[in-house]
């Protein structure tokens, strides 16, 4: 994918004019928090949009859209897990209390209905944008809700219950660029637009299974500051260490290679390029080595 970086620059531009433009949100933006993550889902929105030769006005907007809800996730969610630092800064609720941080989420979530509003296109495409922003939220709070019943230590947490937690929490918003651009696309059948839909929730299960490999090793040092660890959330590896060996982490390993094998596989037959650029995209962020 050519002048990428050059792309994603702009991207970042207009998406900390978003939050410096807005009258509330700037007062929160100031000191970077909403531009300092990854950046994942503009890069992913920026590659799917290029492939399926969507504009780029369209592309600009379904980044913003899901840039505010992954940061209005971030913002309750520090307050639910009681997180204070947040991409090395204090969180949201820490600096400004808890009330104020619930509001800029919730605030948050409005304006990325807002932008849907504000886009060039007719009552049905917006409609059908509505609804996939509805679907994600429903998805992500049932599963952030399934996550704190599996805290409790008296419940048996399942490798199937784990899957179906990040499915729902972490993949329904990883999916969502996705998601949004197909529907301004019309060369889809409604089996591929599954198909593809579950690939894209599946990578983030993958990407959810490293990020917790990383705090359960972090949970081995430091107990004191590792929130999942605090709170008992079921993180693959608080459910597997209380039986914890090597063989089983290599197996949780080899399980995550194959969701991401078999995931790559669904959006290489789709489109070769796509597959290509989005493996080199996110290989960094979903790969880990034991």
Request: glycine residues 4%.
């Amino acid at each position: 994918m050519k002048n990428s970086s050059n792309k994603l620059s702009c991207e970042k531009s207009q998406l900390n004019f978003l939050y410096l433009s807005d009258e509330i949100l700037k007062i929160y933006a100031s000191d970077g928090y909403f531009s300092r993550g990854k950046n994942i889902r503009t890069k992913m929105s920026n590659i799917i949009g290029y492939h399926l030769s969507i504009s780029k006005d369209i592309v600009n907007s379904i980044s913003s859209i899901t840039d505010l809800l992954h940061n209005a996730s971030l913002v309750h969610d520090d307050i639910i897990d009681n997180d204070k630092i947040r991409r090395g800064l204090s969180s949201i609720w820490k600096k400004y209390g808890v009330g104020k941080a619930i509001l800029v989420g919730d605030y948050l979530i409005s304006k990325s209905y807002q932008e849907v509003a504000l886009m060039n296109l007719g009552y049905g495409e917006k409609t059908k944008l509505n609804d996939e922003i509805t679907k994600t939220l429903k998805d992500s709070v049932k599963g952030a809700h399934l996550e704190l019943e599996h805290s409790d230590q008296t419940l048996e947490t399942t490798f199937n219950n784990y899957i179906e937690i990040s499915s729902l929490k972490t993949g329904s918003l990883f999916s969502l660029p996705f998601r949004c651009l197909y529907n301004m696309y019309d060369k889809f059948d409604s089996n591929e637009k599954r198909s593809l839909s579950k690939a894209f929730c599946n990578l983030a299960v993958s990407y959810q299974i490293k990020d917790d490999w990383l705090d359960f090793k972090s949970s081995e040092i430091h107990t004191d500051n590792n929130s999942d660890y605090i709170n008992n959330r079921p993180n693959i590896f608080n459910i597997m260490g209380r039986k914890y060996t090597e063989d089983l982490e290599a197996l949780i390993h080899r399980t995550q290679k194959d969701i991401i094998l078999n995931s790559f596989n669904t959006i290489k037959c789709f489109n070769t390029d796509l597959f290509n650029d989005l493996k080199v995209c996110l290989n960094k962020f979903i790969n880990f080595r034991i």
